[in-house]
């Protein structure tokens, strides 16, 4: 803690105050009395404390949340295009020094999780710092995700804080299109960490020859396969994701690029069936993307989550042609990049192929990780050859 890690586990603490409920602002004292730190505590959980300043009484209040947001938005403005790309994370947790906090901005359009009772209990302010700062058209609250259960608390509805979703929300990433769902998308409506791999996809498609192939397993709304097809115009993709709705959205955003989907195809369903059934009729492809949701919500899964990857790989790897290449993806932030690879290595001794990395990538720049805090780095992205 001293170090600056802004996690302190319950097992470190001697002594608190009682009648603390999950959500209580406190002050950190060490053994001798001397202040530590400020932040919000939750009895109910492994990490009890989480940080949110160094300085001793500091108020939790819409000014304090306005200088964290002010300094977030400042780095973003400094690290993108802001005429080519307006969609990005704002707010990365602790990474902006805001444990707890996910916010999103989709053109305007801001999508705020909270992922803690403290933050539940602090949602006022951080949302009036939210909007003095960015002067948002909407902010809308997701707190419709799994990782709340942790803390004891409930999935909840979407709701709007302020403002309205205009209709038909159009983004725009690197100069390319993308329809957005707020409400009903997964996560908060795409994946903004993915941005520099879908990027860097272009010059591994750009290559290859007129007419070439594309898996896309789990494409959500198909943006690796927009960007191929702006790389390569006569590229076929195949797309398989569980969601309907999404490869609708998909569909669409080809369109809104300017790109024919008739030309390519989608499948609404599990990508591990389609996978093993494309093994059997012995389909290849000059580039097959693997980028499964996450498989492990905590360390305790995360043995499941490596025999997952395993598996996952065993199974896409046969269907690239020889010498074509694999995008293969974790987000389970349980997972190290070592693991990862070892589960890759297994995978294609399995298999009978040889690989060369190419690139690896982790999280994108609008997703910073503190140093003393790395388990922010959740993201694992390998550019591979095979062989």
Same mark, same amino acid.
């Given at each position: 803690m001293k170090r600056g890690h802004p996690w302190l586990f319950s097992g470190a603490i001697q002594q608190a105050a009682p009648g603390l409920t999950p959500g209580s602002l406190v002050d950190l004292h060490d053994g001798t009395g001397q202040f530590v730190a400020r932040g919000y505590y939750?009895?109910?959980?492994? /990490?009890?404390?989480?940080?949110?300043?160094? $300085?001793?009484?500091?108020?939790?209040d819409q000014a304090f949340f306005?200088?964290?947001?002010?300094?977030?938005?400042?780095?973003?403005?400094?690290?993108?295009d802001a005429d080519r790309t307006d969609i990005y994370r704002l707010i990365n947790a602790e990474g902006d020094l805001l444990p707890g906090v996910i916010v999103d901005n989709y053109a305007g359009v801001l999508v705020l999780q909270s992922?803690?009772?403290?933050?539940?209990?602090?949602?006022e302010p951080l949302a009036g #710092?939210?909007?003095?700062?960015?002067?948002?058209? #909407? /902010?809308?609250?997701?707190?419709?995700?799994?990782?709340?259960?942790?803390?004891g608390l409930a999935k909840e509805e979407p709701r709007l804080l302020m403002g309205e979703i205009p209709p038909g929300l159009t983004v725009q990433e690197n100069g390319l299109r993308f329809g957005i769902d707020p409400l009903k998308g997964q996560k908060t409506g795409f994946f903004t960490d993915q941005r520099d791999k879908r990027q860097a996809l272009q010059k591994y498609v750009g290559r290859l020859p007129a007419g070439a192939s594309l898996l896309n397993c789990? $494409?959500?709304? #198909?943006?690796f396969s927009v960007y191929a097809s702006q790389a390569c115009p006569t590229i076929r993709t195949v797309n398989i994701d569980q $969601?309907?709705?999404?490869?609708?959205?998909?569909?669409?955003?080809?369109?809104?690029?300017?790109?024919?989907?008739?030309?390519?195809?989608?499948?609404?369903?599990?990508?591990?069936?389609w996978l093993e059934a494309a093994r059997v009729t012995a389909q290849s492809y000059d580039m097959v993307i693997l980028d499964p949701p996450a498989f492990a919500k905590s360390h305790r899964e995360k043995d499941k989550a490596l025999q997952g990857y395993v598996r996952l790989n065993r199974l896409g790897l046969p269907l690239v042609k020889p010498g074509g290449f694999l995008l293969t993806c974790s987000c389970t932030g349980a997972v190290s990049l070592d693991e990862f690879e070892n589960g890759l290595r297994e995978a294609a001794s399995a298999t009978g192929r040889s690989l060369q990395i190419l690139e690896v990538f982790e999280n994108g720049i609008d997703h910073p990780v503190s140093l003393t805090a790395p388990e922010g780095r959740y993201l694992k992205v390998l550019f591979c050859r095979v062989l």
């Open positions: 939750n009895p109910r959980t492994d /990490i009890a404390v989480r940080v949110l300043a160094y $300085s001793e009484n500091e108020p939790m306005e200088r964290r947001v002010t300094q977030a938005a400042g780095l973003r403005r400094q690290l993108l992922h803690t009772a403290g933050i539940d209990r602090l949602l #710092a939210l909007e003095t700062v960015m002067k948002p058209q #909407a /902010i809308l609250l997701r707190n419709d995700v799994a990782v709340r259960a942790r803390e789990f $494409s959500y709304t #198909a943006g $969601s309907a709705g999404a490869l609708e959205m998909a569909r669409r955003n080809f369109e809104l690029n300017g790109f024919d989907p008739a030309r390519h195809v989608f499948e609404a369903t599990d990508a591990f069936k």
